[in-house]
């Protein structure tokens, strides 16, 4: 039996459940007590595994006070690019994190060191950083 790769839809909806799931501080676990299901049905919906039905979609909405509009925000770019977003990266473990923290530092000279040192840190670990075409601004 061949295993079945997520539809590009159900893994966006998926991540934007896990987005928005961190900025609310809710863990899968918790998540999953509200809407009635297992944290691992809440993983599964998470990577797009398990297709998320539309009652339970709103009880997520309504969990999340978002409108169920915004689990499809991103729909309009191809497959390739949804993997490539900036929103995906988000849906890292501790990118949400990582990013209040780093909005709270006011001081743009400390903002511009601490992106050196991710980047080298990144590029120590094989891993690295993506460049934009031209140099940004903070």
Do not use: W
Request: proline share 4%; aromatic share 4%; with cysteine.
């Amino acid at each position: 039996m061949s295993q079945r790769s997520p539809d590009p839809i159900d893994a966006l909806v998926g991540r934007n459940i896990r987005i928005h799931r961190i900025d609310k501080g809710l863990t899968q676990t918790e998540l999953g007590k509200r809407i009635g299901v297992t944290f691992q049905q809440v993983q599964k919906y998470e990577q797009g595994v398990n297709r998320v039905g539309g009652g339970r979609l709103y009880k997520i909405a309504d969990v999340l006070e978002l409108p169920i509009s915004t689990f499809f925000e991103g729909t309009h770019q191809t497959e390739h690019k949804v993997k490539e977003s900036p929103l995906a990266l988000l849906a890292e473990p501790h990118a949400l994190k990582l990013l209040r923290s780093f909005c709270q530092i006011d001081d743009m000279d400390v903002r511009r060191s601490l992106v050196e040192v991710v980047e080298r840190l990144a590029v120590k670990s094989g891993t690295p950083a993506r460049r934009s075409a031209g140099r940004q601004t903070m």
